[in-house]
């Protein structure tokens, strides 16, 4: 496979004006509240974040083509793939603000808590996949990971897994070419990311991942093919991360500013924007008021999350188990009673 | 061994990488594999300027595959090199703890003494800067645990240097703990005690000592890492309230020395043990059983233990203050020891 097979969206338009205007604002929107994120970090009111920024057409394209029953395992960086699929923003803030409202979607999102040790959530959609090809339910699993994650034993035995089984699953990739800060061309040999799944017998594609409608049909396609009874698939979205690896990273140690100023030239929302131009869909006016809803949108996610109150050391022992061993309710209890002393708590 | 003392003051994370230097220096077996260890130096600098003094050969960038280096380690140590790898997170353990546990620490046991491994593994550990579950744990018993591995845990860039020049030269396979804040990393909240003096020249700390940090009559306090660091803040208190407290800093946790515990013990009658680690089954928990079984009428009142309670460690900042063991919980614990 070589660099030209990378898929692009076609020139006759497959998906709606509507469709492109709803990817432009969503791509929109969830640059601001990364940003947003970031600043907030800088000013001690998040801990540290993984930023998105550069990556919305990969995350946003793929979300969209998802079904509402299909259950997403992310890594750490999928808040737009997490928005798109119906967790509130307020939430996506709640979980970098240290809330556990921020792990709890709301009833029927199916989508799994962040993995942060990496690979180890792509296992885990290989069963949910499983669990709903036994169940016989009209569900696929999809799994999200990065370049760096096709290092690790969790994806090559995940792969091979859900090939062997047929399982209904898509593995999704956002090759934004680096592992903090290892370049994707020393993370592995081969060409392109996708061809990996031909080791498992399985279909790969790679797409222009900020190309927001290329991404969206590719997925659309391996989502049918998955809900189809027709296997898994992996999709290899290229893409760059523009921002740092997380608020505790400083990417300038370990990449050249050129190599940043080429992506930009290929930011996905500017690629949305000019394929909104072409369709005539694209004024100074319809983009204002995107723009000032996505700023409401936010803001008001963001004193939503600042008007939460404290959290409670409760919520320290209450989740550990279903029910809570008697030695630990003992702990609790002496938290607690330290507490309302004014001491300290711990074991 | 030329040991200048001089007052030279180095981070964390400056002595650890000139220990590895001075060492890739006079022994070229010596090499150092991982995620982030070249051009970047660590994610908490435990190999900075090394990728630019020994080159890519020498100071390896890894995928990244854990299981893969630290079995390649073993590989490269039974044939007769002196790896060094890193595990950016000991929490990470959870994708290659079979080479870890079932190889790194048995091979040498299960080829009758034949297959040497003079590797060190070394690691991130502790939490109290708001990184969550999964990052923030120094799992000291878990690895403490498993019998065949030396585990050593510096608090002072002194002993950093000092410890990690004696684990690369130690034949065995040892886990070298480094703690995150006591590195002196300019993104993380500054510490005192992540800056020390720390002499020019090669020296080595043995493995397997304690240390009497402060010396005291009335109760001991044993701790390690920042555990131990808490522990003297609390003592200078303890003082100011006319209480002489002993502080150990254990420094290794395998080999563990009873002896400077237990004449400690018998000194002050009185034991305190304080871990950054869960409550259960935990390094307090040994402490605590060794000093009962060899020390137990030496004692005047019931060991007390102070650690994490048995939960994982939380994200939110509030939570995760409450339930670290701070200076004042040391405090308190120790002269209710002494009051009973
Ligand atoms: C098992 C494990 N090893 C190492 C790490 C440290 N780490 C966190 S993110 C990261 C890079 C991941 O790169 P990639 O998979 O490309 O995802 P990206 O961050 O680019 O989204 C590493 C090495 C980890 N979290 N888990
Ligand atoms: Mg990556």
């Known amino acids: 496979m070589s660099v030209d097979s990378i898929r692009v969206s076609q020139k006759e338009p497959q998906v709606s004006t509507d469709m492109l205007q709803r990817m432009y604002e969503l791509m929109w929107m969830m640059r601001q509240l990364d940003r947003r994120a970031v600043a907030l970090q800088r000013q001690g009111r998040l801990g540290t974040y993984a930023p998105l920024e550069g990556q919305e057409a990969a995350q946003i394209g793929s979300a969209l083509a998802l079904r509402v029953q299909d259950f997403v395992f992310p890594s750490y960086r999928e808040h737009a793939v997490a928005y798109v699929h119906g967790m509130p923003l307020k939430r996506i803030l709640l979980y970098w603000n240290g809330r556990y409202d921020g792990a709890m979607p709301p009833e029927g999102v199916n989508l799994f808590p962040v993995s942060v040790p990496i690979a180890t959530q792509i296992p885990h959609a290989a069963g949910a996949a499983l669990a709903a090809k036994l169940r016989g339910l009209d569900q696929i699993a999809v799994t999200y990971f990065g370049d760096g994650a096709t290092s690790e034993g969790d994806f090559h035995e995940a792969m091979n897994f859900a090939a062997v089984m047929e399982l209904p699953l898509v593995f999704f990739c956002q090759n934004n070419g680096y592992a903090i800060s290892l370049p994707s061309r020393k993370q592995t040999k081969v060409q392109r990311i996708a061809e990996k799944a031909t080791a498992y017998g399985m279909e790969g594609v790679t797409v222009d991942g900020n190309d927001v409608i290329a991404v969206y049909l590719a997925m659309r396609e391996a989502v049918a093919k998955a809900a189809s009874g027709g296997g898994p698939t992996l999709i290899e979205a290229v893409t760059y991360r523009m921002g740092s690896h997380t608020t505790a990273d400083d990417a300038s140690r370990y990449r050249d500013a050129s190599e940043v100023e080429m992506w930009k030239a290929r930011d996905p929302i500017l690629r949305a924007e000019n394929a909104l131009r072409e369709r005539g869909a694209f004024s100074e006016e319809w983009v204002t008021q995107v723009r000032k809803h996505a700023e409401e949108i936010v803001t008001e996610a963001i004193l939503d999350m600042q008007s939460e109150p404290p959290v409670t050391l409760d919520q320290l022992f209450d989740h550990v188990y279903r029910d809570m061993p008697k030695e630990l309710a003992i702990q609790k209890q002496e938290a607690l009673s330290r507490q309302a002393k004014g001491e300290s708590v711990r074991g | ?340």
Request: glycine share 8%; with cysteine.
């Open chain 2, 1 to 340: 061994m030329s040991t200048s003392i001089g007052k030279r003051l180095l981070t964390g994370n400056k002595a650890l990488a000139e220990a590895i230097a001075l060492e890739m220096e006079r022994d070229d077996h010596v090499f150092v594999m991982g995620e982030d260890v070249g051009v970047y130096g660590g994610i908490f600098g435990a190999t900075e300027g090394l990728f630019a003094k020994f080159g890519a050969e020498r100071v390896r960038d890894t995928p990244i595959s854990e299981t893969g280096f630290i079995g390649a380690a073993i590989g490269a140590a039974a044939e007769g090199m002196r790896p060094i790898v890193e595990l950016m997170f000991v929490d990470f353990f959870g994708v290659c703890m079979d080479q870890i546990y079932n190889h790194m620490a048995k091979i040498h046991y299960m080829s009758g003494g034949h297959v040497k491994l003079p590797m060190v593994l070394m690691t991130a550990v502790g939490g109290g800067y708001s990184d969550a579950a999964q990052h923030s744990q120094t799992l000291y018993a878990t690895f403490a645990h498993m019998p065949g591995l030396k585990v050593v845990a510096p608090a002072t860039p002194y002993d950093l240097k000092g410890m990690m020049i004696a684990a690369i030269r130690d034949d065995n396979p040892v886990i070298f703990m480094f703690h995150k804040t006591l590195q002196g990393l300019g993104w993380m909240d500054q510490l005192d005690y992540s800056i020390g003096v720390v002499p020019e020249g090669s020296y080595t700390v043995p493995l397997g000592q304690a240390k009497v940090v402060r010396e005291g009559t009335d109760v001991t306090i044993v701790g390690i890492q920042m555990m131990m660091h808490r522990a003297v803040e609390a003592a200078k208190q303890l003082e100011a309230e006319g209480i002489q407290a002993e502080v150990i800093d254990l420094r290794s946790l395998v080999p563990l020395d009873k002896e400077t515990i237990l004449d400690s013990v018998r000194k002050t009658h009185r034991l305190l043990v304080v871990d950054e680690d869960y409550l259960s089954y935990g390094m307090t928990a040994e402490i605590a059983a060794v000093v009962a079984q060899e020390a137990l009428y030496d004692l005047e009142v019931p060991i007390a233990r102070l650690a994490v309670p048995d939960v994982p460690i939380p994200y939110s900042r509030p939570l995760e203050q409450a339930i670290i063991p701070s200076v004042e919980a040391i405090f308190t614990a120790a002269r209710q020891l002494v009051q009973m």
